[in-house]
């Protein structure tokens, strides 16, 4: 599964940013897909998850009410949604796919993108 992040920038305290990973790859369809995050100084931390159906989600307590994820997999291409961002959401963020349903952990990774909140 080869990944591309698209989305990220600069944006006030309280705004909002979709970042998109566009998949290409047979293993993609059968594949539970996460968004992590990096922040300068702490370890790599995943925020989002998504089954391959899309049925179901899951998210950190740090985000969760506040960022969403989807994914179109007639377009290939998964989402984070992030509204009422905050200055410490301020990170690199990658998305990463767990090919056969997840059970192999995260194998594939897009290049980062950087989220910039600015108070």
């Known amino acids: 599964v080869q990944l591309q992040v698209y989305g990220g920038g600069l944006v006030q305290a309280g705004g909002s940013l979709r970042l998109s990973c566009a998949a290409s790859g047979p293993a993609y369809r059968k594949a539970r897909m996460g968004w992590f995050r990096q922040a300068p100084g702490k370890e790599r931390e995943l925020v989002a998850s998504i089954n391959w159906s899309g049925s179901s989600t899951a998210y950190a307590d740090s985000v969760k009410g506040r960022f969403t994820t989807s994914r179109d997999n007639a377009k290939n291409t998964v989402y984070l949604q992030m509204n009422s961002l905050k200055p410490e959401d301020t990170a690199v963020y990658y998305c990463?796919?767990?090919?056969?349903?997840?059970?192999?952990?995260?194998?594939?990774w897009g290049q980062g993108t950087l989220v910039t909140v600015s108070s």
């Open positions: 990463a796919a767990a090919p056969d349903y997840g059970i192999r952990g995260y194998l594939y």
